[in-house]
């Protein structure tokens, strides 16, 4: 057996490439302001997906989707979200290796690049794309684009959407936790590794 190497590696944004925390917490705000218990962190991160209003909705907040937002966006969660440190070095990496590199994301597609610019890896990404609930489209054609087989491309995310996303495009879905308990969300949504921090995926060995 040889060692993998991937010939495209595609990453979502929020949770991946940024810290998820800040908006967990303007998701937390919306329950406060309903008078209700915000969901801990792994559920938010088990069932918090598109169409994100039903979320609520389901929980008993009573916000109309226009004010669940306004709540949601006061402090710009996710314009000023942490970078995280080993964004840069897991992006060099990859390029060394002449990997094919996107980021695939449902957030708005500004702020997308926005902070694809405030990591400086905005010049090494083949794509990016923003705006998307479902990423199976923008995976599927990266791949057609590329022409890569999709069996040689990593998908890295911390949603169990992504991890479904993946397997339905063909590709290899692969969690990422930084720290906290959600290896078997993201194992139980057919992630086949779940690694701790970006670092940790550059030192992933799969064999082929």
Known sequence: MSVFVP????????????????????????????????????EYVEHFHAPYEEFYHVRMVRFSKTEIWEIYLLDKPHEKARIFPDVFETIRHFVGLKARLG??????????????????IDTFLDCVVGNTYSKVPATREF??????????????????????????????????????????????????????????????????
């Not at 303007?26 to 962190?41: I, T, Y």
């Not at 980021?103 to 990591?119: K, P």
């Not at 998908?155 to 936790?177: C, H, K, L, Q, T």
């Not at 930084?178 to 995926?201: F, P, T, W, Y």
Request: hydrophobic content about 40%; glycine content about 6%; charged content about 25%.
């Open 103 to 120: 980021v695939v994301s449902s957030n708005d597609i500004r702020t997308v690049r926005h902070n694809c610019r405030r990591a400086r």
């Open 7 to 42: 010939e495209g590696v595609l990453f979502d944004m929020d949770g991946t490439i940024t810290d998820i925390k800040p908006s967990y917490n303007a998701m937390c705000r919306v329950f406060k302001r309903s008078g209700l218990n915000p969901p801990s962190f792994p």
């Open 143 to 208: 791949c057609q684009v590329h022409e890569i087989d999709p069996k040689r491309v990593l998908f890295v995310g911390d949603f169990p959407s992504d991890m479904r996303d993946a397997v339905e495009s063909g590709v290899i879905p692969i969690g990422i936790s930084h720290g906290e308990a959600i290896s078997q969300i993201l194992a139980a949504a057919g992630a086949v590794h779940v690694v701790k921090n970006l670092l940790d995926l550059t030192k992933l060995q799969l064999t082929e």
